[in-house]
């Protein structure tokens, strides 16, 4: 799967992704990670790919040529998708996740300042936000949305069973607790059920620990 980042700095995530299993993703061939640089698609002599707001108004906005011109120039897989990270956007789920990470190629636009000039919109797929908050640039919301994406890319996770039990896979239930060595830790005790190497009653135990976490909405 090939994800691509526009944005005016392409360098930001660079230690993330040479540290990361996503760095072992790649070197496997299992994904690629590409940045690209909107200045480098300015036709302004001095670079600049933002200007003040149409009708007034606090700080600055990204202008749409440099930006489409950048997207024009991003080769496209059969199956691609474009996305506009944005605080208005529909909220990214892990099922969101899962649906995304059928397709070939992603490509994440990611505005700073005030955001982008709305014309933007004929050029996108799909607008996604990662929470009700407001971050200083989209960045950082790609970067959540293709770590949580590239979990579902068969190979990237050492076991796929870390998939199926995990939170929100399963009826969208949360996962149980996790307990491991030492069996007492000042005073506090794992509990007896996990120590038994009775299957089923873990299970239940699990089963049970799971629903009792998960906000009701959520079963
Ligand atoms: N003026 C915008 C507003 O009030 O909706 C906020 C712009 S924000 C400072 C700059 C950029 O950060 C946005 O254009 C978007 O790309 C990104 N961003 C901020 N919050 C986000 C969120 N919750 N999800 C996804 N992207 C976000």
């Keep these: 799967m090939r994800f691509d980042i526009i944005t005016i700095f392409p360098h930001l995530l660079d230690s993330y992704l040479a540290e990361s299993l996503l760095k072992r993703a790649q070197n496997n061939n299992l994904l690629s990670i590409n940045t690209h640089d909107i200045r480098e698609y300015t036709n302004d002599p001095h670079k600049k790919v933002d200007s003040t707001p149409y009708g007034g108004g606090p700080g600055m906005v990204y202008q749409v040529e440099p930006v489409v011109n950048t997207l024009e120039a991003i080769p496209r897989s059969p199956k691609n998708l474009v996305i506009l990270t944005s605080p208005r956007g529909k909220p990214f789920t892990q099922k969101m996740s899962q649906q995304l990470a ?86 506090s005790r794992v509990p007896k059920v996990l120590l038994s190497g009775n299957h089923k009653n873990i299970r239940e135990w699990r089963d049970k620990k799971s629903r009792k976490t998960t906000p009701s909405g959520q079963k």
């Design 102 to 187: 059928k397709y070939d190629q992603l490509i994440f636009v990611c505005p700073r300042y005030e955001g982008i000039d709305e014309r933007i919109k004929k050029y996108i797929d799909k607008e996604v936000s990662i929470g009700p908050y407001v971050l200083n640039g989209g960045e950082i919301a790609a970067m959540v949305m293709i770590e949580a994406i590239s979990r579902h890319i068969p190979g990237v996770l050492g076991k796929a069973s870390s998939l199926e039990e995990e939170s929100f896979s399963k009826e969208g239930i949360l996962e149980y607790p996790q307990y491991t060595r030492p069996e007492v830790f000042r005073k």
